[in-house]
C-alpha cells in the first residue's frame, strides 16, 4: 500500500471526462487505484475536496456518473482515500514556507502526515520546492500512464 497526495488537476481533468484523453485517463487512475491497494489522502475542507463537491453538485448526466464512482470506490470507502482533519496536519517544514504558495501548504503537510510515496502534480513551482529538498514529486502526465499500465486491471476504456 502506497499513500498518494493529488492535487486539483484530478477535478479539473475529471470534469471533462469523455471529451479529453487527459479525462479519460484521469478516470482510469481512479479505477486503477480502486483495484488496488494504493489510498489517496485528502484534507477534510481542502481545495481538493471542494473541487470534489464542485463537480458532484454539476446537473450532467456525465458529472454525476463520475461522482457516483468516486463517492463510492473512495469518499465512502477507506481503503481508497483517506479523509484527514487540517488539525492532524504537522507544521509545514521551514524549508517550504517561503517556495511553497499558502494554499498548496496542505499538500506537502499530508505528505509528511502519511510518509507519502509521491505527490502527483501539474504545479511547476510545487514540484521544484518539493524535488529540490528530496522529496518524490511526479508529473501528472509521467506518473499517471504508467500507474494505470501497471494497476489497471481490464480494457475498460
Not at 38 to 64: H, M, Q, T
Not at 97 to 114: G, M, N, P, R, W
Amino acid at each position: 500500500m502506497a499513500y498518494l497526495i493529488v492535487d486539483e488537476w484530478l477535478w479539473e481533468d475529471l470534469s471533462r471526462h469523455k471529451g479529453t484523453e487527459k479525462g479519460k485517463e484521469a478516470f482510469q487512475f481512479l479505477r486503477a487505484i480502486s483495484q488496488n491497494s494504493d489510498v489517496i489522502v485528502a484534507v477534510k475542507g481542502s481545495k481538493f475536496l471542494k473541487k470534489a463537491l464542485d463537480l458532484c453538485n454539476r446537473p450532467d448526466r456525465e458529472a454525476k456518473e463520475l461522482m457516483s464512482f468516486f463517492m463510492s470506490q473512495f469518499f465512502f470507502n477507506s481503503d481508497n482515500l483517506l479523509q484527514v482533519e487540517q488539525s492532524q496536519l504537522p507544521d509545514l517544514p521551514k524549508q517550504f514556507e517561503a517556495t511553497v504558495k499558502d494554499d498548496d501548504h496542505y499538500l506537502v503537510q499530508s505528505y509528511f502526515l502519511v510518509e507519502a510515496e509521491v505527490l502527483i502534480t501539474t504545479d511547476s513551482d510545487l514540484k521544484d520546492a518539493l524535488v529540490a529538498e528530496g522529496l518524490n514529486c511526479e508529473w501528472r502526465d509521467y506518473y499517471l500512464p504508467i500507474y494505470i499500465q501497471k494497476y489497471l486491471h481490464d480494457d475498460e476504456p
